[in-house]
């Protein structure tokens, strides 16, 4: 057996192939004492007398000469795919929801959406006109499309928090602006733009989603 090394780099028997057969795989050969004097000097095509041309082998990279290699289904931390972490950030007290549970509600009293309310999730809820906004309030301009404000829901302490967001227009607490982030209560007026909402607890004293129901000694 004759060995030799093709431009490319593959190794081939130069008594089988006239050429690197690794390199010319589909196209004609002229093979060379395959089976005794049988085929000799014929051309023949590719996979036709001499059989298959085999594949090349990867040539590992020098890093990876002597290292452990996890299989393909299994990532970097050496989980499985299935288990891979999306990125997503899930509260602690969704995990036992289908969907975020309710805290309390925003009830417009004044302004455009009069009459409307809007939901209170237990997270940090996104307020603005934006369809993707928590709390969406589309009927009011003056209320920024994204991020006019945030209202917050502190599952540990079971209290809320209005924080100004990105908006230019200030934005009120029982007519008080606010420039950081303040406790809300059951009752206070919230002023948004041109609308004004009233603040409806549904975790207070009497009931949160972690301790359930309380009874007058737990209060």
Known sequence: MALTECANGHLYDTSQYQACPYCNAGTNQVVFGAGGNAGVGKT????????????????????????????????????????RDTGKTVAVMQKSFSREPVTGWLVCVEGEEKGKDYRIAAKINSIGRGENMDICIKGDSTISRENHARLAYDGKHNDFHLIPAESINNIYINDEPVYVPTRIKEGDIIELGECKFRFVAFCDDTFNWKDGVKGEKEK
């Open 44 to 83: 023949v095509g590719a996979g036709m007398g001499a059989g298959p041309v085999p594949a090349a082998a990867p040539i590992p990279a020098a890093s990876e000469i002597g290292a452990t290699v996890a299989p393909a289904s299994y990532n970097r931390a050496g989980r499985p795919d299935s288990d």
